[in-house]
């Protein structure tokens, strides 16, 4: 158990809907960050948040947003749902601002689109 | 941006046989290169890391080499063992002040016994 938490584990919806995937970083872990699984593009980054704040955007398509709130838990909303959207996303989060360090991960929220 | 690149993407190899996985970053900036390991239904848990300043590091059969100039580094793995199995992820941070970590699409380690 990494200590991360993520809801929900499942998802299936349809097309051009809305959905908010959550994440509980470990205790104490200010970092979050929010990647996608599919099957042939690996682990992509989408965002990092650090203590609430924005610090790093990879290849975050503009239907996806995502905030972390004081509390530390962080929310990745996507939209306008489409086909390809379909994906293992996890959260992991760390102790600092940088990646140089272990990220702990979650166990990942399956989106499916139908 | 860093682009990271890792072959090959599956690996068979018979119980008792090492096991290379090497990966290739285009970031000269990038310093920190941790190896991560899935296995089926859960996130990747980190299994070895290196950083820039050192060109190999061992952890019991897990071993990892660095070289900066060519900017590859490799994942090895000795007497390996059906447990081995899993998917295994190579990365690099994004940019020198290492904000966010960018992986490889992974290789799939098969270890048969």
Known sequence: DSG?????????????QRVTLR??????????YWYQQSLD??????????????RAKGNILERFSAQQFPDLHSELNLS???LGDSALYFCASSVASGATGELFFGEGSRLTVL | ?????????????QEGDSAVIKCTYSDSASNYFPWY?????????????????????????IAVTLNKT????????????????AV?????????????LIFGKGTTLSVSS
């Not at chain 1, 991360?4 to 051009?16: D, M, R």
Request: hydrophobic share 30%; glycine share 8%; with cysteine.
């Open chain 1, 23 to 32: 994440c509980s970083p470990r205790s104490g872990d200010l970092s979050v």
């Open chain 2, 1 to 13: 941006g860093e682009n990271v690149e890792q072959h090959p993407s599956t690996l068979s190899v």
């Open chain 2, 70 to 85: 060519a900017k590859h580094f490799s994942l090895h793995i000795t007497e390996t063992q059906p447990e081995d199995s």
């Open chain 2, 37 to 61: 390991k899935q296995e089926l239904g859960k996130g990747p848990q980190l299994i070895i890391d290196i950083r820039s300043n050192v060109g190999e590091k061992k952890d019991q059969r």
């Open chain 1, 80 to 82: 306008s749902l489409e």
């Open chain 1, 41 to 54: 593009q690996g682990l992509q980054f989408l965002i990092q948040y650090y203590n609430g704040e924005e």
């Open chain 2, 88 to 100: 295994y992820f190579c990365a690099a941070t994004l940019n020198q002040a290492g904000t966010a």
């Open chain 1, 4 to 16: 991360v938490t993520q809801t929900p584990k499942h998802l299936i919806t349809a097309t051009g």
